[in-house]
C-alpha cells in the first residue's frame, strides 16, 4: 500500500486541522494506520492508531481528548482531526500502515510510509 498524508498548514494556538491519509492499493481496510510526528533533533514519536474495524483506537498522552482518529475505508483514507492545538504539537506528521499488529505505537512496527505533513502552531 502506498500512503499520501496531506492537510497540514500554519495555525494558531487553539485552532484545529484535519489531517488525510489516502491509500492506494489493495486491502487497505486490512491495515491499521497510524500517526507519528517529529520534530527536528527528536525522535519519530506515536500520536495514534486506528486498526481495522470493529477495534479501537489508542492515542498518545499528550493528544488524548484534543485528537480524533478515524478511516473511511470506502475511501482508502484515514484522518486525524486536531483540536485545540497547542504550540508544542509543531511537527511534521507521518502516516504509517502496517497489518502486523492491530494498535501498535513502535515505528518499526509499520512497514509503509507516507511523506510529511508539516504542521505549525505559533502565534
Known amino acids: 500500500v502506498q500512503l499520501q498524508a496531506s492537510g497540514g498548514g500554519s495555525v494558531q494556538p487553539g485552532d484545529s486541522l484535519r489531517l488525510s491519509c489516502a491509500a492506494s492499493?489493495?486491502?487497505?481496510?486490512?491495515?491499521?494506520i497510524g500517526w507519528f510526528r517529529q520534530t527536528a533533533g527528536k525522535e519519530r514519536e506515536f500520536v495514534a492508531v486506528?486498526?481495522?474495524?470493529?477495534?479501537?483506537?489508542a492515542y498518545a498522552d499528550s493528544v488524548k481528548g484534543r485528537f480524533d482518529i478515524s478511516r473511511d475505508d470506502n475511501k482508502n483514507t484515514v484522518y486525524l482531526q486536531m483540536n485545540r492545538l497547542e504550540p508544542e504539537d509543531t511537527a511534521v506528521y507521518y502516516c504509517?500502515?502496517?497489518?502486523?499488529?492491530?494498535?501498535?505505537?513502535?515505528?518499526?512496527?509499520?512497514?509503509?510510509w507516507g511523506q510529511g505533513t508539516q504542521v505549525t502552531v505559533s502565534s
Open positions: 492499493g489493495r486491502a487497505f481496510s486490512s491495515y491499521a
Open positions: 486506528i486498526p481495522w474495524t470493529p477495534n479501537r483506537a
Open positions: 504509517a500502515g502496517t497489518r502486523r499488529t492491530i494498535r501498535s505505537r513502535v515505528l518499526s512496527d509499520y512497514h509503509y
